[in-house]
């Protein structure tokens, strides 16, 4: 076991910790003996690192939904805080899939991966010979929570064209969106900022050109308590918040 886990706490006390003796920690810094499956998982929320890291990253992890490398910082949770290997935090959240749509994926990607060493045209080709190789894909068909899932992103792009915002196009796609990548910081009246979501929190929401020409871009983000609306320009200057609504569940 990677023993910069426990770098903190005596052996005692993280014997006492997972219930197991100080003589059995020992032996795992030691590389004598490797925790059980049980008490690997306690290791991991108690540590909130990844059982692959615990072990000393014996193995690769990439999505098996979008494809990308995997770290603590980019896995998944589950709805109990447990870390889900197979996924990354932008494509499975809270125990919900990001995506049932491959295109859909595929038009996320390639916006992040022009300009890095890959055109838009060379992006969509890796994505779409990737894609069909990872097991989230390979097995889609027995996922399910598609239909109610994509019932809701439905929902919420009704419920942002309802509000009939000004120069905003009509919403068509959300996406999932990761908090802070999103989370832009809003002027406040006494000369201060404040940030109004969770980075870590996985949202679903879209960037949309404005219909008035005047250089700026709606950004829309909901999830099941909210919607917020929000404008500004190029890279998320000069952000301001339009509007932010309690949704009725």
Not at 65 to 74: A, K, N, Q, T, V
Not at 84 to 106: R, S, V
Not at 204 to 218: K, M, P, T, V
């Amino acid at each position: 076991m990677n023993s910069e886990t426990n770098r903190d706490m005596s052996q005692e006390e993280l014997a006492e910790k997972v219930f197991v003796t100080r003589q059995a920690v020992s032996r795992w810094e030691t590389g004598e003996t490797v925790p059980n499956t049980e008490t690997l998982k306690l290791l991991s929320q108690l540590f909130d690192v990844s059982i692959n890291t615990l072990l000393g990253s014996p193995r690769k992890l990439i999505c098996q939904c979008c494809g990308m490398p995997l770290d603590d910082g980019s896995l998944s949770k589950e709805k109990d805080g447990s870390f889900n290997e197979e996924y990354c935090k932008w494509c499975y959240a809270e125990g919900e899939y990001m995506y049932h749509n491959m295109e859909d994926l595929i038009d996320v990607c390639v916006k992040n991966m022009a300009g890095h060493g890959f055109s838009e045209e060379q992006a969509r080709t890796y994505m779409k010979d990737m894609l069909p190789k990872l097991d989230y894909w390979k097995n889609h068909g027995e996922k399910d929570n598609d239909s109610a899932f994509e019932k809701f992103k439905d929902q919420l792009a009704d419920e942002f064209n309802s509000l009939n915002i000004k120069g905003m196009p009509k919403v068509e796609k959300l996406n999932s969106l990761v908090g802070g990548y999103v989370n832009l910081e809003y002027p406040i009246p006494n000369g201060g900022s404040v940030k109004l979501l969770d980075d870590n929190v996985t949202y679903l929401g879209n960037q949309l050109e404005s219909l008035i020409d005047d250089g700026r871009y709606f950004g829309i983000l909901a999830n099941a308590d909210f919607l917020m609306v929000s404008s500004y320009g190029k890279d998320g200057e000069a952000p301001e918040l339009l509007l932010y609504k309690k949704r009725q569940n």
